[in-house]
C-alpha cells in the first residue's frame, strides 16, 4: 500500500485554503457536502473517507491537482450511491450483526501472512475502527443488494441450458500439467543441479537452495499450467515429459530451466451439469447489471438528495 503522496496533499491544501482563515477553513470542513434525507456528510468526512479509499485500493496517486479532482469527484459520486442504498437499508431495517462482520474481517485477515494485516495499520496510519465501519456498510449495501434484487432474479433451467449450447467453446478446458521448475543463471550451473537430482536429491530441495526464480519458497511449484501459456519451446518440453520425469536443460530469456512433471490431466469439456452453477451464478451477475441502474436511480428520486460540489473547489 501508498502512502497519500504528501507533498502533494500539502500543494493541494495550499491551494484549497488560499485566502481562506483557519477559522473559515473549519467552518467549511463542516459544512454538509452530501445528504440523503437524514444521513449527511461533511467534507472533512469525504475528506476522510476519500484518502481512506486511496490508501486501501492503492490506486495511482494523482500525478497533478485536475487528476486529483477528477478522482474526488468521482468518489463524490460513488459515496453518493452508498448513501442512497444505506438509506434504502433503514427502511428495510435491515442490519450487519457483530457476527456478520467479524466473519467479513476474518476472511480479508487470511489474505495476509502472519501479523502483516495489524502491521498495515500502523504503517499506513489507518484507524482500524474507521476501516471496520467501512466494511460494515460495504456488508449492509450487500444486503440490500441481495434483498431487494439479487433475490428476485430468477435464472431458469432453460435459459442455463441455452447459454451453454451457444458458449460450448468457454468451458473446453485445455491440457494441463503440474510443474516444478528450477531456474538457473547458466548452463553448467544447471548441469551440476541435474546431476545432484540424478543421484536422488529431491528436485524441490533443489529449487529452495538453487533457483533464481521467485516460486523457488515452493520448491519451484508453478502449479497446473494450460498448454499454450508458456512459449512454445517451454511448452514443448513440458507436455513431452511423462508424470514424475525431469526435463533436461532447457534455455530461455530468463535463463536455463529444469522441469518436473508431476501430474497431467487430459484436455476436457464439462458436460451442463458440472457447469450449470457457474453459469447461474453468471447469468444472475448479468441481469444485476441490466436492473441496478433504475433501480438506484428510482431510489434517489424518491429521497431527498443534496451534493454540494462546489465545497470541491
Known amino acids: 500500500m501508498r502512502m497519500f503522496n504528501r507533498s502533494l496533499a500539502i500543494f493541494l491544501?495550499?491551494?484549497v485554503t488560499f485566502g481562506c482563515t483557519q477559522d473559515e477553513q473549519d467552518t467549511r470542513n463542516k459544512e454538509t457536502l452530501i445528504k440523503v434525507d437524514t444521513l449527511a456528510v461533511s467534507l472533512a468526512e469525504f475528506n476522510d473517507a476519500f484518502e481512506l479509499s486511496q490508501i486501501i485500493s492503492e490506486q495511482p496517486q494523482p500525478s497533478d491537482p485536475l487528476?486529483?479532482?477528477t478522482y474526488r469527484l468521482q468518489f463524490l459520486r460513488q459515496l453518493l450511491e452508498e448513501m442512497v442504498i444505506l438509506r434504502r437499508a433503514e427502511e428495510l431495517d435491515l442490519t450487519v450483526s457483530a457476527q456478520e462482520l467479524e466473519k467479513e474481517i476474518d476472511k480479508i485477515r487470511k489474505d495476509y501472512p502472519d501479523d502483516s494485516f495489524d502491521e498495515i495499520f500502523l504503517k499506513e496510519a489507518i484507524s482500524y475502527d474507521h476501516w471496520k465501519e467501512k466494511i460494515r456498510k460495504r456488508l449492509l449495501v450487500k444486503n440490500v443488494i441481495q434483498t431487494?434484487?439479487?433475490q428476485n432474479i430468477s435464472i431458469t433451467a432453460e435459459k442455463i441450458k441455452s447459454y451453454y449450447n451457444e458458449h460450448k467453446e468457454t468451458f473446453v478446458r485445455p491440457e494441463m500439467v503440474r510443474v516444478y521448475?528450477?531456474?538457473?543463471p547458466t548452463k553448467d550451473q544447471a548441469k551440476k543441479v541435474l546431476a545432484e537430482i540424478n543421484r536422488g536429491v529431491s528436485f524441490q530441495d533443489m529449487a529452495r537452495a538453487h533457483s533464481i526464480s521467485p516460486?523457488?519458497?515452493?520448491?519451484?511449484?508453478?502449479g497446473f499450467v494450460a498448454k499454450g501459456?508458456?512459449?512454445?519451446a517451454l511448452d514443448r518440453t513440458i507436455f513431452k515429459l511423462k508424470e514424475g520425469k525431469i526435463s533436461p536443460v532447457v534455455k530461455s530469456g530468463y535463463g536455463y530451466h529444469l522441469f518436473l512433471v508431476t501430474e497431467k490431466k487430459p484436455a476436457s469439456k464439462p458436460d451442463l451439469?458440472?457447469?450449470a452453477k457457474t453459469i447461474?451464478?453468471?447469468?444472475?451477475e448479468e441481469k444485476l447489471e441490466q436492473v441496478y441502474g433504475a433501480w438506484l436511480a428510482k431510489l434517489r428520486s424518491r429521497y431527498e438528495v443534496e451534493v454540494n460540489e462546489n465545497l470541491l473547489e
Open 13 to 15: 491544501l495550499i491551494l
Open 67 to 69: 487528476s486529483e479532482q
Open 148 to 150: 431487494d434484487l439479487v
Open 181 to 184: 521448475q528450477i531456474l538457473l
Open 215 to 222: 516460486d523457488k519458497d515452493k520448491g519451484g511449484d508453478l
Open 229 to 232: 501459456i508458456l512459449t512454445e
Open 273 to 275: 451439469s458440472r457447469v
Open 280 to 284: 447461474r451464478k453468471r447469468l444472475k
